[in-house]
Structures are given as C-alpha cells and as structure tokens.
C-alpha cells in the first residue's frame, strides 16, 4: 500500500470520522468503503473496515446489551456464514480494479433506490420471514465480505419487518455486525489479508473512529430519518461514480 500523501490523509480522517458517526447514531452505515476505495486499494480497504467495525460494534452495544433481540441474531447468522465463504471466494479471486466497479455500480443503484424510497408513498411490505431471513442473512454475508460494508441495509429491511423499537433496531443490528465482522475477519485473516501494511492502516484508523462513534452516540436521540436517508444515499451515489472508472 502507498503511503499517504497529505490530503489523502485529510480525506481519510474525515471518512472514518463521519462514517462512524453515521453508525454510532443508526448502528449501521454503508458509506465508509466506497468513499476511502477513492485512495485506497480495496484490498486494504475491506479488512480494516471489519476490523474497525468489530471494535465499533462493541462500543455501540457498551451498557445496551439489554435492548438486544436475541433470536433475531441468532435465526440469521447461519445464512450469513453461507454468503461469507461465497464471499470470500470472489474478495481473493478478484482483482482490486474488478471489485471497484462492481462497488460502484452496486452502491449507484442502492443509492438511487434508497432515494426513491424517501418520496414514494409509504407501503405496508408483507415479506414472509421464511424468505426474508435467509435472503437477508446469505446477501448481507456475501456483500459484506466483498465491499466490507453494505451488509447492515440488509440486516435495516430483515429488521424493520419485525417492527422493533429504535433501541431494539439499532443494537440489535449492531450485535449482528459485530457477529458477522467476526466471521469476515476470521475469513480475511485465513486467506492473508491482514498483512503489515493493513494492520497498520487499521491501527492509524482507530482514533478517528473511536472519534467518529462518539459523536454518533451523542447524536443518535436526535436523528432526522428522512433528511438522513436522504443524505446517505446522495453520499452512495456521489461516490459510486468515480470508482466506474478506476
């Protein structure tokens, strides 16, 4: 991996910070890798983010484990070891340019429908749990191991057709990450990814995290969902487009 240069730094600061403020306020977030692919490889990229999203999820779930839906967590992990080992199959086979665009295209489409989403006339979605657990739970394994984030919109809709409370939502979600990020990373670590250059990336990483938690924590009471929504899926689409073409 490159050094940084001094704005590339900048700019990798700010990601962590923001990103993480956006998971410790909802539990989940999905913008960290597609923004942070812009400087840097995504095979560096991938295994820090599960580290770092390891460390967060303890943070979030620190004096809340009493708000966790336990048989939530436990009905859709299986599935989501299923997608993990799909997914690591595809994370060492590919090269870094190949994930890129696939990431690209993938979060445009996610953002542009996360968008729509936020002006369509609210629909009472009927989805049986029988599909909606193990669908949720083998594509959230599989996008996750892939692009290191993405998995927790998956978990959002599993977890929203169960109605939970906002409490129950967010640290049931971040329980569920924080079980798969320990999948993904174990996955990671057999196949050689954590080598020096990530492990110290990941260590640099930490503060700026740890900052950016601590902020989401403070402003979770507070959050706007709409206006939220709506600015993580311009954030999804703005930085979808420039990995088409890396």
């Known amino acids: ?11 990798f600061t700010a990601v962590i ?16 890798v597609p923004l942070l692919a812009l400087v840097m ?6 295994p820090m983010v599960t580290f770092l999203g390891i460390i967060s999820s303890c943070f979030i779930l620190r004096g809340n484990l009493r708000h966790i839906r336990w048989p939530a967590l436990w009905r859709v992990m299986p599935f989501c070891l299923v997608g993990v080992l799909i997914g690591l199959y595809f994370f060492k086979t590919l090269d870094s340019a190949a994930l890129a665009r696939s990431l690209g295209m993938f979060v445009i489409v996610y953002g542009l429908y996360s968008l729509w989403m936020t002006w369509r006339p609210a629909a009472n979605l009927k989805v049986p749990m029988w599909l909606a657990i193990p669908t949720a739970g083998s594509a959230a394994g599989f996008v996750g191991t892939i692009f290191g984030s993405m998995a927790g919109m998956f978990f959002a809709i599993y977890l929203d057709l169960l109605k939970f409370d906002k409490s129950g939502f967010r640290t049931t979600v971040a329980a569920i990450l924080l079980s798969l990020g320990i999948l993904r990373g174990i996955g990671y670590a057999s196949i050689g990814s954590y080598d020096r250059a990530t492990l110290l990336v990941c260590l640099i990483a930490v503060p700026a995290m740890l900052i950016g938690v601590w902020i989401g924590n403070r402003i979770h009471a507070n959050l706007d969902d709409v206006a939220f929504k709506r600015f993580v899926a311009a954030i999804l689409i703005a930085s979808g487009l420039p990995l088409l073409f890396r």
Request: no cysteine.
């Open 1 to 11: 991996m490159e050094a940084f240069t001094p704005t590339e730094f900048a700019f």
């Open 17 to 32: 910070i923001v990103s993480y403020a956006v998971r410790g306020g909802a539990g989940f977030g999905g913008v960290t």
């Open 41 to 46: 490889s995504l095979k560096n990229v991938v």
